[in-house]
């Protein structure tokens, strides 16, 4: 095991000495290092001091924040430095200097106003800051006024007063009466003089609080009135056109006669369209429907697709439809979505069937007209999609994609304006689909479920059997006698 030698004590005390003399010696100045303990310093300008001194708090609404650091003396006006600590004032706040006690010492106190926060090293302008009223300033306003006094003037004036109060001693009398007199009324009103003047001076404190407003309206106005006037070469020129343009109306009219003939019927013709307004949208309504099946029979390849309606009866052509249908496997209770129908052509679940059995027709688009005149459905919205297996309508929400807020490629911001298609109102009680005719189904088989309210049944002739169309009723049950 080593043990220290004189040599390394030596050296090892001395370096312990001079780590110690250096940890004091900075622990002493550590204090005195600018950039550790600074404070930020502000600036303003006032047109004197007014008595305040380095050292002097700063306060805001009677709170000290802070302290005066400097005060420079500028040719122009005296600009003032002091701290906020933690506090921050905005650009249109106003600085007073205020006497504190009766001694005359003074305190700089701040109306924090603006909601931009200055900046350290800012400096407020001469217009934000206002200094007291010193007694010196009282002498000085009386030395400068008497100065201008002509005292022989003054010696005559009083010679004339009191020449005039000798002359006028009876109505003195009378008047000094009168003076008692409201001066006694003054005293019998004095609660109701304090609450008047109580009012004034909440009008007054209202009106210093918008007297920025009031201000900035003054502004409006000077600039409203300025470019009415800057404006007013080119209102004459105006006019000057607008009296050239009645001129040559005028002469236009003189020299073509038929003009009163022509103008006459364009208002026949314009009172035919406003007349028939409602046929012109049902017409454009109309044909919008057909422009698109126009499209598709023409964009399917190069031929056109041919409907041909009503050729046969629907009852030799319905058996084979829904022969075709139920081979080919397309179940009559998912066609709409088979066929990519939109959420809007869907049949209205709370409609009333038609008497052959068939669904309720779907809810109408309102477009087309003056009142109404963009799309009923928004392309890409999801009213104008397929709705998904679980979005069907149903009675207790007839229209179940007005409450979606996405499109089939994610959400969109701000959703989609909702469809403009009137549908029935829910009707969370309403039975659910219910079968339909028999001629929809294979025999055998059970009715496929049709939505809508079944159509009641017309009565038949005296004596007739009917079967009525049960929906819960099996194929195979017994009718009853009508």
């Known amino acids: 095991m080593r043990i220290l030698e004189g040599d390394n004590r030596l050296r090892t005390g001395l370096l312990g000495v001079i780590i110690v003399v250096l940890v004091i010696g900075v622990g002493q100045s550590f204090a005195s290092i600018p950039m550790l303990f600074a404070k930020p310093v502000y600036y303003s300008q006032f047109s004197n001091s007014a008595g305040l001194r380095t050292g002097d708090e700063v306060r805001i609404f ?59 090293n800012t400096v ?16 000085t306003d009386v030395t400068k006024t008497a100065s201008g006094w002509d005292f022989d003037t003054v010696k005559r004036s009083l010679s004339v007063l ?42 007054a404190g209202v009106l210093r609080d918008r007297s920025g407003q009031i201000n900035q309206l003054l502004l409006n106005a000077q600039s409203l009135l300025a470019a009415i006037n800057g404006r007013g070469q080119a209102i004459d020129a105006l006019l000057q056109r607008v009296s050239a343009l009645s001129v040559q109306v005028q002469g236009f009219i003189t020299d073509t006669p038929n003009l009163k003939p022509t103008l006459e019927q364009l208002r026949t013709v314009t009172d035919l369209l406003v007349k028939h307004k409602d046929d012109l949208a049902d017409v454009l309504s109309t044909l919008s429907k057909f422009t698109a099946s ?73 477009e087309g007209t003056p009142e109404h005149p963009g799309p ?11 709705p998904p297996a679980d979005g069907v309508p149903s009675p207790a929400d007839p229209l179940p994609c007005v409450a979606l807020d996405q499109g089939p490629f994610g959400p969109v911001p701000g959703g989609f304006q909702p469809p403009n298609v009137p549908h029935s109102m829910p009707a969370p009680n309403a039975p659910a689909a219910a079968p339909g005719v028999p001629a929809a189904a294979i025999p055998g088989q059970p009715l496929p479920t049709v ?30 006698e009508g």
Request: proline content about 13%.
């Open 124 to 139: 407020l302008p001469i217009g934000n800051s206002t200094t007291p009223y010193q007694i010196y300033d009282a002498f």
């Open 376 to 386: 009923a459905v928004i392309a890409g919205s999801p009213c104008s999609y397929t």
């Open 294 to 366: 126009l499209a598709e029979a023409v964009g399917s390849g190069p031929y056109f697709k041919v409907l041909i309606a009503n050729l046969l009866p629907y009852q030799f052509l319905q058996p084979f439809v829904d022969a075709a249908f139920k081979k080919r496997g397309i179940d009559p209770e998912e066609f709409w979505r088979n066929a990519g129908l939109p959420s809007f052509r869907f049949p209205d679940p709370n409609g009333q069937r038609f008497t052959n059995g068939a669904p309720p027709p779907a809810p109408t688009p309102i």
């Open 451 to 480: 939505p809508g309210l079944p159509a009641p049944i017309a009565p038949g002739p005296p004596g007739a059997r009917t079967v009525p169309l049960d929906p819960l009723a099996p194929p195979d049950a017994p009718g009853t």
């Open 162 to 203: 009191a020449e005039t109060m000798d002359q006028t001693a009876p109505h003195l009398s009378a008047a000094l009466d009168g003076v008692a007199r409201f001066s006694d009324t003054i005293g019998k009103r004095d609660q109701e003089i304090r609450t008047l003047l109580a009012e004034a001076n909440k009008v």
């Open 62 to 120: 009677g709170m000290k924040v802070g302290a005066v650091r400097s005060i420079d003396l500028d040719p122009e006006y005296v600009t003032i430095g002091f701290t906020l600590d933690s506090t921050t004032i905005g650009h249109d706040s106003r600085l007073t200097i205020r006497t504190d006690t009766i001694l005359g010492k003074k305190t700089l106190e701040i109306e924090p106003r603006g909601a931009d926060p200055i900046r350290p």
